[in-house]
Nanobody, 115 residues
């Protein structure tokens, strides 16, 4: 079955950077688009970024454009989210996701941006 395991979250000061990773298994990784979502306390889960299977296309939420970069390594079945210039409003649990039939989610990794 599909398994997604996120890592790399933590506490960072405003203006800092973090790199999230998501290790995937249970499906042919290179064939599927991958996405990152986030959910802040008391808010609905929201889209952050996605990357096509061919690596030729990326999409970002307006709130993170120019600060976050999504990338993938098809040889290592891993998707990344490089987050720069972090703001307190980026504080959330971050999830990677793939739709292999039904959409699957990892367990999430907490990102806290605070001084």
């Amino acid at each position: 079955q599909v398994q997604l395991v996120e890592s790399g979250g933590g506490l960072v000061q405003p203006g800092g950077s973090l790199r999230l990773s998501c290790a995937a298994s249970g499906f042919t990784f290179s064939r599927y688009p991958l996405s990152w979502y986030r959910q802040a306390p008391g808010k609905e889960r929201e889209f952050v970024a996605s990357i096509s299977s061919s690596l030729r296309s990326t999409t970002y939420a307006d709130s993170v454009k120019g600060r976050f970069t999504i990338a993938r390594d098809n040889a290592k079945n891993t998707v990344f989210l490089q987050m720069n210039s972090l703001k307190p409003e980026d504080t959330a649990v971050y999830y990677c996701s793939v739709a292999v039939g039904a959409r699957s989610w990892g367990q999430g990794t907490q990102v806290t941006v605070s001084s």
